[in-house]
């Protein structure tokens, strides 16, 4: 019988707005608990020759594959659902190019936008009417954004707008929390998430120290902790600035109320309110995470999403703020690629897919069913395992739970997620190469990817 990765899944559709349909049959369920093999010949090749030309071999950490052991899977396409890499294995995709890939991969429609659009120049460095065409989806979605300013990636728009909190209140100091992380720049690389927590670096040499006394961090879920640093630097902090939910710690729920606090609490204290929703931004709600909560950041950042696999990131948030930005105002940011017509052409396509009739509702029943299938399986074998998901994002830990802040996800196992990664690999299933990242499905994933994640990660349980 052929296993998960013999290349025997069906391609996807677009998303219509309807559940895409069942092709019964086509993945076989292995009867047998030894592992397939796992042919990486060319990976290994390839990566061997990029330790020689790149940093680690890589051009961004966690795809170093260093928390999970062995070498990083080299692609070579993506489809819908699916990942392909350089030894033509073929792998059902839960990380879609860390979020981006929200509508699939490769999406027809947004190809041939952007086809369409190669004809008439990949980069202007001037401004261009699709720049407008997003700026106002955006606007008309968010409720924080009443004015817009596109950039190139996320951590550009995070350090952007750590910029625009001290000029708009004339502070220095900015809260973050521990565990978070908001892209690579100096402040934010203070107890940061994502490859800082996977690498095991505290933190990133070359940040000075007067960088990092500026930077103030608290618990998450924990409005106690903030209201003490308010209450130690008084009418020194310039804002707050949090993932809206986490995704860079794994995936960790705020409370509604936790939330709520900060939002009261920086409107009393005169501080800025940022909602990093990079990660979260048009994925778990069509007006993002704090549509989802009801809690109305002043400042957001976003990214992935809104540029439909291609490189942008932006920030936005009330008039009074933004126009603190040059040239409307004096605080300077610039980018020769920002609002780059490729980037924004591929947004568009992909915003006005979500836009559909029950997009988002499809995305919370596939991943719900996902992520109960996992864990289901996992205690099936006697694991332990908490974990959840909103709309097309999810995440778990192998610890009993519940995880509430970074602190608690310090206590999952994760060399047991490092067995259980390498050995979903072998079954053809590509998650992110960390314990401490989230997961991502979209709406090229179907019924049968759901149930043979799930048949592959129950043979896996009872293996590992």
Sequence with gaps: MQSLNAKSLQGNRPFTGQRPRSVRGSVSVRAVAAPPKLITKRSEEIF???????PGGVNSPVRAFRSVGGGPIVFDRVKGAYCYDVDGNKYVDYVGSWGPAIVGHANDEVNEALKAQIEKGTSFGAPCALENVLAKMVIDRVPSVEMVRFVSSGTEACLSVLRLMRAYTGREKVIKFTGCYHGHADSFLVKA????ITLGLPDSPGVPKSTAAATLTATYNDLESVKELFAANKGEVAGVILEPVVGNSGFIVPTKEFLQGLRELCTAEGAVLCFDEVMTGFRIAKGCAQEHFGITPDLTTMGKVIGGGL??????????IMKMVAPAGPMYQAGTLSGNPMAMTAGIKTLEILARPG??????????????????AAREHGHEITGGNISGMFGFFFCKGPVHCFEDAMAADTAKFARFHRAMLEEGVY????????????LAHTDEDV????????RVFARI
């Design 359 to 376: 997009a988002y509702e499809y995305l919370e029943k596939i991943t719900a069913r996902l992520i109960d299938g996992i864990m289901s």
């Design 311 to 320: 490189p942008v990131g932006a920030y936005g948030g009330k008039k009074e």
């Design 193 to 196: 998430g994502s490859g800082v």
């Design 451 to 458: 149930d043979a994640t799930i048949a592959a990660a129950r």
């Design 431 to 442: 998650l992110a190469p960390s314990q401490f990242e989230a997961g991502f499905t979209s």
């Design 48 to 54: 061997k020759e990029a330790q020689e030309l790149l």
